[in-house]
């Protein structure tokens, strides 16, 4: 059986695009464009493709969603930096999720430990980890998606513990989950 994904087309590019890959915002009565990611706002919305490019593209152009719409619609010219911290906290959020729900493993030694037992659904390493401890992992890994996306500090801080440098996220729900939530902020970011 194939299960069908949602798709929807993107205003700017006219692509039909799978949902996760398109960033949802609505436009309120006074014309003001929001984020509406968890689709929560009751009004109309439109799609706009998952790309921090694209959004500063539509911004720079001046008035382009007005014709698009046919509607006067205003949207900040920091709306990039804004989805970008929405992005990013999604994904922090997402991992110490995992960690609540006892499906984040930390530490160099218990990563290795649960890659060997083919527990790990993928690996988070800090962007500034060491290049020793890097090649070792990676060496561990592999054949393991490797996520490096942020520092040692903001791993740190969002766990609420010292040295956070290397993770794994288990294999499972949650670890779907962390992974979509990695997927959407890499790909606003790199698209």
């Known amino acids: 059986m194939t299960v069908e994904l949602e798709t929807r087309k993107c205003v700017w590019t006219g692509q039909i695009r799978n949902k996760v890959d398109l960033l949802r915002f609505v436009v309120l009565k006074n014309g003001t464009c929001l984020p509406d990611f968890n689709k929560k706002l009751d009004e109309r919305g439109f799609y706009l493709s998952n790309s921090k490019k694209l959004l500063q593209e539509l ?10 719409l046919h509607k006067d619609v205003i949207m900040a010219e920091d709306m990039p930096q804004i989805v970008e911290q929405i992005l990013q906290k999604k994904a922090l959020d997402a991992i110490n999720l995992a960690r609540k729900s006892g499906d984040l493993v930390l530490g160099f030694e218990k990563v290795k430990e649960s890659i060997g037992k083919n527990t790990a659904a993928f690996v988070i390493k800090a962007s500034d980890a060491g290049a020793d401890g890097q090649h070792k ?4 890994a592999k054949d393991l998606e490797q996520w490096s996306l942020f520092d040692i500090d903001t791993l740190s801080q969002t766990l609420n513990r010292e040295n956070t440098v290397y993770l794994v996220v288990k294999k499972g729900p949650m670890g779907n989950m962390v992974r979509q939530a990695f997927y959407r902020y890499q790909t606003f970011l790199n698209a």
């Open 59 to 68: 911004i720079e152009k001046k008035k382009p969603l007005n014709k698009i």
């Open 137 to 140: 992992i990676a060496e561990a």
